[in-house]
């Protein structure tokens, strides 16, 4: 069945080093983006991409970059440049516009 | 600037009662607003959207909302809480640029047996 998947769940790295999360989606949308969550703050834009082999910038994109090389692909990396990674990421698509985002489960990320 | 403000962090209501989440957004043009509810731990789950048709919208779980564009306000009610309720809602508006999302802060919805 058609979805957005997102892995792992649950992610432990060191401080210093780049952590990279993955965000499939099988729903043939056109768009990806990357938001991440903290408490009190709701979700704040990091990266988007409305088409394959492009993306922008969201409002916190600053330690961290992307790729969009495939339609249903759209990792994220977490660089040691990020200064608190620590957070819950959520990945989400859709055809593009103003059409309804369907989020993946998300990714919880403690950086230790 | 703040596109999207929900008031409430924390809005408490025994089952049974009137739930009302509160929402406005800030913008020239009417533009696309939506209702999400998450669960602890999960994704967001869309509720309802509105996008200029008929102003007041029907989501799933008996949910609606109403766009009142005299007051940019776009709240969203239940008529009886149930146990299952309890959530964070978020509040999200696409201002007609085609390519961004912005999110309100979130209110946490507590039911009370």
């Known amino acids: 069945d058609g979805g957005i998947t997102q892995s792992p769940k649950y992610l432990f790295r060191k401080e210093g080093q780049n952590v990279t999360l993955s965000c499939e989606q099988n729903?043939?949308?056109?768009?990806m983006y990357w938001y991440r969550q903290d408490p009190g703050q709701g979700l704040r834009l990091i990266y988007y991409s409305q088409i394959v082999n492009d993306f922008q910038k969201g409002d916190i994109a600053e330690g961290y970059s992307v790729s969009r090389e495939k339609k249903e692909s759209f990792p994220l990396t977490v660089t040691s440049a990020q200064k608190n990674p620590t957070a819950f990421y959520l990945c989400?698509?859709?055809?593009?516009?103003?059409?309804?985002?369907?989020f993946g489960p998300g990714t919880r990320l403690t950086v230790l | 600037a703040q596109s999207v403000t929900q008031l409430g962090s924390h809005v408490s209501v025994s089952e049974g009662a009137l739930v009302l989440l509160r929402c406005n957004y800030s913008s020239s043009v009417p533009p696309y607003l939506f209702w999400y509810v998450q669960y602890p731990n999960q994704g967001l789950q869309l509720l309802l959207k509105y996008t200029s048709a008929a102003t007041l919208v029907k989501g799933i779980n008996g949910f609606e909302a109403e766009f009142k564009k005299s007051e940019t306000s776009f709240h969203l009610t239940k008529p009886s809480a149930h146990m299952s309720d309890a959530a964070e809602y978020f509040c999200?508006?696409?201002?007609?640029?085609?390519?961004?999302?912005?999110f309100g802060t979130g209110t946490s919805l507590t039911v009370i047996p």
């Open positions: 999200a508006v696409e201002l007609n640029t085609g390519n961004q999302f912005y």
């Open positions: 989400a698509s859709n055809q593009g516009g103003a059409d309804t985002q369907y």
């Open positions: 729903l043939n949308h056109d768009a």
